[in-house]
């Protein structure tokens, strides 16, 4: 594993953090109260710069391997808090002299707020300490092999290496939408979809067999350790004989926006399915096929099962609205053998 490279007697005088990086869109404040919440941090622990937030760890690879799929994160680098120009380029030359061997490219991208000095001050006697310090070292503004984030925020900042690139998306918000989930490829993906969205997904499940409710509870399972779990439940639907009547029973008794990963073959059948269920929506319709299966295999969830009855459309089955009964998992990173063994005991 990664981690954050340091000599023995030097550990006691650094201040390690991690630097996450906001991709830009969405509020900065939910990126902040979700990695808040996801990491259980105490005041003081996290503090913003720029588009950036520093988060202080005694671990920061801890910390960037568990907000690495966190929506609204473009980046994480691990490094030290400095105060001061000179201590900016000791602890700089200190991560390089650690990450950066010779004949190795580099670059170092700033941010900087409530200072006399610029970003490209910054960077140019960053590149200048880097230069004179590793031999043959290199700078590479389009592909380097290590790049150094910088956060100055008046005399006090942050110095790291970037160790990974985060999901990008929107940072979730308080919207909820609900993701009618069979556990297939489609709706796998479009749950984290929408997710990367900013949205807080309510996954739906109605139940048909043992092999789609794993893989239902194993994406579910999968999300609630990539979001904030508060942003993230599954509900699973029980009774009658038609698994897609019990939706359409959901449906109408909830009037939360609901995504389907359905694609219908014609065009009029979507129409027909908007007058039918306004809150019902179809959003991978215009999303190619290729786009969806690498969504689903950056899941990590294995190869997609073919589902029996229940995994199409009928509009007679959705409008039979049958009675139903809920079973409700959220709130927590969740096990997915823990789900399973919860809906077998209830069944």
Not at 125 to 135: Q, R
Not at 157 to 184: K, N, Q, T
Not at 237 to 247: N, Q, T, V
Not at 262 to 270: G, Q, V
Request: aromatic share 6%; glycine share 10%; with cysteine.
């Amino acid at each position: 594993m990664f981690r954050l490279k340091t000599s023995r007697g030097a550990r006691p005088l650094l201040k390690p953090v991690a630097i996450v990086g906001w991709r830009g869109a969405g509020r900065f404040e939910d990126l902040e109260t979700t990695a808040v919440r996801k990491l259980e941090l105490r005041q003081g622990d996290a503090a913003r710069v720029d588009d950036s937030l520093l988060v202080s760890a005694k671990d920061p690879v801890e910390v960037a391997r568990r907000l690495s799929f966190l929506p609204g994160v473009a980046w994480i680098a691990v490094g030290y808090r400095f105060s001061g120009a000179a201590g900016y380029l000791k602890h700089l030359e200190l991560l390089a002299k650690k990450y950066l061997t010779r004949g190795r490219t580099f670059r170092i991208s700033a941010r900087v707020v409530a200072s006399t000095q610029t970003a490209g001050d910054v960077v140019l006697a960053g590149n200048s300490a880097l230069l004179s310090s590793i031999p043959g070292a290199r700078v590479d503004e389009r592909k380097p092999r290590v790049r150094f984030r910088v956060c100055f925020d008046g005399r006090r900042g942050a110095c790291g290496v970037e160790i990974r690139a985060g999901p990008g998306g929107l940072p979730p918000g308080g919207e909820w939408v609900a993701c009618l989930a069979s556990g297939g490829e489609r709706s796998s993906s479009m749950a984290w979809m929408a997710a990367l969205s900013g949205y807080s997904v309510r996954l739906v499940h109605s139940r048909t067999d043992d092999i789609a409710l794993r893989q239902v509870a194993r994406l579910y399972s999968e999300l609630s350790h990539r979001v904030d779990p508060r942003c993230l439940d599954l509900v699973v639907l029980e009774g009658g004989k038609d698994p897609l009547a019990r939706i359409g029973g959901w449906l109408h008794d909830h009037k939360t926006p609901a995504f389907a990963g359905w694609r219908p073959e014609r065009s009029d059948i979507a129409t027909s399915l908007a007058e039918r269920f306004p809150n019902l929506a179809l959003p991978l319709i215009l999303v190619q096929d290729d786009v969806i299966g690498s969504t689903y295999r950056s899941l990590g969830l294995g190869s997609a099962p073919k589902l029996g009855r229940g995994a199409g459309m009928s509009f007679r089955a959705l409008e039979a609205r049958s009675a139903y009964s809920e079973l409700r998992f959220g709130g927590v990173q969740a096990d997915s053998n823990t789900v399973i063994d919860a809906v077998r005991r209830g069944a």
